[in-house]
């Protein structure tokens, strides 16, 4: 999913919710080391996703954890 606006490098970091259901899915956003999202640098589809994902932590998303975008 490409979160970020058009015209934006890619991050080093990524946020990942993974589903704690269907195995490979998710959602991840761009993020800094210590997993700070800057959501007003989100597309409106991304954070709408984002804020969804907070909200169903624990029930359909397991807690974040933050990954080095570029080893996958």
Do not use: W
């Not at 761009?30 to 969804?52: K, M, T």
Request: some cysteine.
């Amino acid at each position: 999913m490409d979160g970020l606006k058009t015209g934006t490098s890619s991050p080093a970091y990524e946020l990942r919710f993974r589903s704690l259901f269907d195995l490979g899915r998710g959602y991840s956003f761009p993020c800094d080391e210590q997993g700070r999202v800057d959501i007003d640098r989100l597309s409106e589809r991304a954070r709408s996703n984002y804020f969804f994902a907070r909200t169903v932590i624990g029930r359909e998303v397991a807690t974040p954890a933050v990954r080095r975008a570029d080893l996958h």
